[in-house]
């Protein structure tokens, strides 16, 4: 079952504006990530936001949680070409089984 | 740095024909996954490893088993390739004190 997704399947934006994705899931969970995609690579972590946590910060990056809707929502701001990826959400109830991965939002960079 | 790699990177198949694919990684990490990932589903857990000699079903295992003969290696094994298991295999590790997965380069699977 899909316990995790993103909101939207594509965005695009041009270099230097900020662009949000956003996530929803369907169980408690104990921490939310977010993983970043580029193509022809594995999936990498980008910043991991725990079920007590509201907000993470990481660099260009601010991730945000809100366990009562259920939602999280990822910003990257001052976008550069090399941003775009395919951003996935991930949560976990139990991290010896894995991660559920939403289906992914690609996001697009242009100059 | 953590490291996880796959090989090959590339495997074209036979319907019926067994296939084996590996993964190592140097992180020292308890747990290791294979997923895989397909246009329309994302990452799906095919199995999953708590260490050495552990293997255990995620949530789409059929067609496939897992072998994980030490710390540092992690085989998915397909015995009899059939054309739905063309794909996209990731293989990650994670620490088990803390919830990230590293990633490897994935390989590109595909059964004619």
């Known amino acids: 079952s899909q316990l995790a997704e993103e909101n939207l399947w594509a965005l695009s934006v041009h270099e230097g504006e900020s662009v949000t994705v956003n996530c929803s899931y369907k169980?408690?969970?104990?921490?939310l990530q977010w993983y970043r995609q580029k193509s022809g690579e594995g999936p990498a972590q980008l910043i991991l936001?725990?079920?007590?946590?509201r907000e993470k910060r990481n660099g260009r990056l601010r991730a945000t949680l809100d366990t009562s809707s259920q939602s999280s929502s990822l910003s990257i701001t001052a976008t550069r070409c090399e941003d775009t990826a395919v951003y996935f959400c991930?949560?976990?109830?139990?991290?010896?089984?894995?991660?559920?991965f939403g289906l992914g939002t690609r996001v697009s960079v242009f100059p | 740095e953590a490291a996880v790699t796959q090989s090959p990177r590339n495997k074209v198949a036979v319907t019926g024909g067994k296939v084996t694919l590996s993964c190592n990684q140097t992180?020292?990490?308890?747990?290791m996954y294979w997923y895989r990932q397909d246009t329309g589903h994302g990452l799906r857990l095919i199995h999953y490893?708590?260490?050495?000699?552990?293997?255990e079903k995620g949530d789409i295992p059929d067609g496939y088993k897992a072998s994980r003969p030490s710390q540092e290696n992690f085989s998915l094994i397909l015995e009899l390739a059939t054309p739905s298991q063309t794909s996209v295999y990731f293989c990650?590790?994670?620490?088990?004190?803390?919830?990230?997965?590293?990633f490897g380069p994935g390989t590109r699977l595909t059964v004619l």
């Open positions: 991930a949560t976990d109830d139990n991290y010896a089984q894995g991660l559920t």
């Open positions: 992180n020292n990490h308890n747990n």
């Open positions: 990650a590790s994670g620490d088990g004190d803390r919830v990230e997965q590293y």
């Open positions: 490893s708590y260490g050495a000699g552990s293997t």
């Open positions: 169980t408690s969970i104990t921490a």
């Open positions: 936001i725990r079920s007590n946590e």
